[in-house]
């Protein structure tokens, strides 16, 4: 069956990838997708939220891929968009929470600096860890940043403000969690990106909605939580991510993509806990947790070792992710 990016987009072949592609591609990653035509919708999904944002996303998607080449990394790495993950991530969440402008040279400065970290980091992990590293990097450079941000002029805080409700209104909520995977909390993002996902691989559209109901739901049913912040899918996006996550490297299981919506809505003020903003590290710790238990089932508790039918993901669904949504 044809698909809908190679109406658009002539097909390639392996290792003949077009450069401007591998970029869109970049941007695709961002729920874990390696499509053009997905990274355009997602480019499409920021720049109507926060234009600068999208330029940042752009230049970061740009510059990824050739960092990486400098680095070494040819073929199949390249060619899944993977490198533009976690510098695109950083990208869009600059101007989501410091003052950013177009003639404000210091934040283009820091996102250069962060993209390249980002991207060295990322090549650190991935000789270290043995397991998907997914957006931790991110993670660690935004968390920097956040720790450095009183001590210098430059991370001007954005101020947030929103008007108090005690309404829940669980519709808006859905589409303002898939908006919130871009950091882009508007009801068009999330319909966009959405719509991205679908022209990629409509299963993992569904599961993106799922998750974003998922979260949204059991966060309303925490009851101490602020209606706001439910409504602008700060608790919702992690759901979104999670079970897209969970259902790509844990080997295509429903129910894992459902449990991970609901361990890491639970984890989010867990993780607030330690005195960080928890952003996407829910999602991060739940796939983990899920392909730590996927690896315990398989070595410590399959008393037929000659079976096929497992029920958690098998040896190969867990040692796949590293190329699947690592890189």
């Known amino acids: 069956m044809t698909q809908p990016v190679d109406l658009l987009f002539p097909h390639v072949e392996p290792g003949k990838v077009p450069y401007w592609r591998l970029a869109l591609r970049g941007c695709s990653q961002l729920c874990f997708q390696t499509n053009e035509l997905t990274g355009l919708l997602f480019l499409a ?6 234009p600068i944002a ?3 996303m752009l230049a970061a998607a740009i510059i990824a ?3 990486r080449m400098l680095l070494g990394d040819r073929g199949v790495t390249l060619e899944t968009g993977l490198p533009g993950l976690n510098p695109s991530l950083i990208a869009v969440s600059l101007p989501a929470f410091y003052q950013t402008g177009w003639t404000n040279l210091e934040m283009w400065g820091v996102l250069i600096l962060c993209v390249i970290w980002a991207v060295l980091l990322v090549k650190l992990l991935l000789a270290i860890l043995p397991f998907p590293i997914l957006v931790f990097p991110f993670l660690i450079i935004f968390w920097v940043l956040a720790a450095i941000a009183p001590y210098t002029e430059i991370l001007e805080p954005v101020k947030f403000s929103a008007e108090p409700t005690e309404l829940f209104r669980p519709w808006v909520a859905v589409l303002f969690s898939l908006g919130q995977a871009l ?8 319909v966009l990106f959405l719509a991205g996902i679908l022209l990629s691989n409509w299963r993992h559209a569904v599961i993106a909605v799922m ?7 059991v966060s309303y049913y925490y009851r101490d939580v602020d209606p706001v912040s439910v409504n602008l899918g700060l608790y919702g996006f992690n759901g979104v991510l999670a079970a897209v996550a969970a259902y790509v490297t844990c080997g295509a299981k429903l129910r894992l993509a459902v449990l991970g919506a609901i361990l890491a809505t639970i984890l989010i003020p867990a993780v607030a806990h330690f005195g960080v903003q928890s ?3 829910p999602f991060v710790f739940t796939t983990w947790l899920l392909l730590l238990l996927g690896w315990i089932d398989v070595n410590w508790f399959q008393e037929n070792k000659g079976s096929n039918n497992n029920d958690g993901p098998t040896t190969d669904s867990i040692a796949s992710p590293k190329t699947q949504a690592g890189n």
């Not at 950091?183 to 999330?190: N, V």
């Not at 998750?211 to 739901?217: E, K, R």
């Open 45 to 50: 999904a920021v720049l109507v939220a926060s």
């Open 54 to 56: 999208a330029a940042y």
């Open 65 to 67: 891929p050739g960092a």
């Open 183 to 190: 950091f882009s909390p508007t009801i068009l993002s999330g």
């Open 211 to 217: 998750g974003a109901v998922i979260g949204t739901a």
């Open 279 to 281: 952003l996407s590290a």
